[in-house]
């Protein structure tokens, strides 16, 4: 098991940027794949993008391709997600979540952090 702390997360103009952080607790976390996920208000949570604990492989949702971008300094037992060019339908609560195995859905995670607010205004 691994503890998660999400960081990074505030009120952005569209356009804008952030980088979201991820810090793990727990010696086992390099071994880990690591997932985003984001749930709006009154929708269901989403996948955003996963990464493998090598770093050999991502997966990100079709929509955000090409403006989030994921990655992991395991010496920093960290993983972060960079987002890019914002709009106000990014705006969520944004999760990470560590699995012991590759996965892309959320009942696959095992481990979760408590989530930090993005907010995009217009």
């Known amino acids: 098991q691994v503890q998660l702390v999400e960081s990074g997360g505030g009120l952005v103009q569209a356009g804008g940027s952030l980088r979201l952080s991820c810090a793990a607790s727990?010696?086992?976390?390099?071994?880990?794949?690591v997932g985003w996920f984001r749930q709006a208000p009154g929708k269901e949570r989403e996948f955003v993008a996963a990464?493998?604990?090598?770093?050999?492989?991502?997966y990100y949702v079709d929509s955000l391709k090409g403006r989030f971008t994921i990655s992991r300094d395991n010496a920093k037992n960290t993983v972060y997600l960079q987002m890019n060019s914002l709009k106000p339908e990014d705006t969520a609560v944004y999760y990470c979540?560590?699995?012991?195995?590759?996965?892309?859905?959320?009942?696959?995670?095992?481990?979760w952090g408590q989530g930090t607010q993005v907010t995009v205004s217009s």
């Open positions: 979540a560590a699995a012991r195995t590759w996965a892309l859905g959320y009942r696959e995670y095992d481990d």
């Open positions: 727990g010696r086992t976390f390099s071994s880990y794949a």
């Open positions: 990464i493998s604990w090598d770093s050999f492989r991502t």
